[in-house]
Nanobody, 122 residues
């Protein structure tokens, strides 16, 4: 059974940084792609970034240059480093995986974590 557990969210001032972590268990982590998504209050879930099994990375346009996705296969963990945070980045952040070794975008996500809240104050 695949399980994903996010951590690292919190309250930060605009311009600050946070690093989110997502610990995976239940199967061979290194063989599968991963993705990060978020959902702001009153809005739909949106794709942020994804990483494939050989560490190729993909980003939504609105986070390019500010957010970085990475993975540590030895720790079964994927990270989202978020810099230059803005109030509009306030959302619940989710990691996800699926049954593909490629980047996990919305259509490929099958397993989801419980989410971690990120709040950016102005």
């Amino acid at each position: 059974q695949v399980q994903l557990v996010e951590s690292g969210g919190g309250l930060v001032q605009a311009g600050g940084s946070l690093r989110l972590s997502c610990a995976a268990s239940g199967r061979t982590f290194s063989s599968y792609g991963m993705g990060w998504f978020r959902q702001a209050p009153g809005k739909g879930r949106e794709f942020i970034a994804a990483i494939n099994w050989i560490r190729g990375t993909y980003y939504a346009d609105f986070v390019k240059g500010r957010f970085t996705i990475s993975r540590d296969n030895a720790k079964n963990t994927v990270y989202l480093q978020m810099n230059s945070l803005k109030p509009e980045d306030t959302a619940v952040y989710y990691c996800a995986t699926g049954d593909s070794s490629g980047p996990i975008t919305e259509g490929l996500a099958r397993y989801w974590g419980q989410g971690t809240q990120v709040t950016v104050s102005s």
